[in-house]
């Protein structure tokens, strides 16, 4: 089992910044990618970037440019988010997605979100 455990969200003005991080309970050494997903009231829930094992990054159209994820080692993640739109309003997700510990199946796992709030 790993616990995803979101922390840095709040409230920023438009333009502001802020930088959530994302620790897990254990070392993460091998998984398809560890992602950051967002979903604001009434919208579905999307990825907002993502980082594989081997440190590739990609982030959806809306934030690149804005957004960038990176990790520091095995236990955690981060989410830089610069120039903030009213529009990234949402609560942030962690996400481990398809990791492997010892000899059992590959699952997925989420954190319990953190909210973030951009006023205009």
């Known amino acids: 089992q790993v616990q995803l455990v979101e922390s840095g969200g709040g409230s920023v003005q438009a333009g502001g910044s802020l930088r959530l991080s994302c620790a897990a309970s254990?070392?993460?050494?091998?998984?398809?990618?560890l992602a950051w997903y967002r979903q604001a009231p009434g919208k579905a829930r999307e990825l907002v970037c993502a980082i594989t094992m081997s440190g590739a990054t990609n982030c959806a159209e809306s934030v690149k440019g804005r957004f960038t994820t990176d990790r520091d080692d095995a236990l955690r993640m981060f989410l830089q988010m610069n120039s903030l739109k009213p529009e990234d309003t949402a609560v942030y997700y962690c996400n481990a997605d398809g990791v492997t510990i010892g000899g059992a199946p590959p699952r997925t796992y989420w954190g319990q979100g953190t909210q973030v709030t951009v006023s205009s």
């Open positions: 254990r070392n993460l050494y091998r998984f398809n990618k």
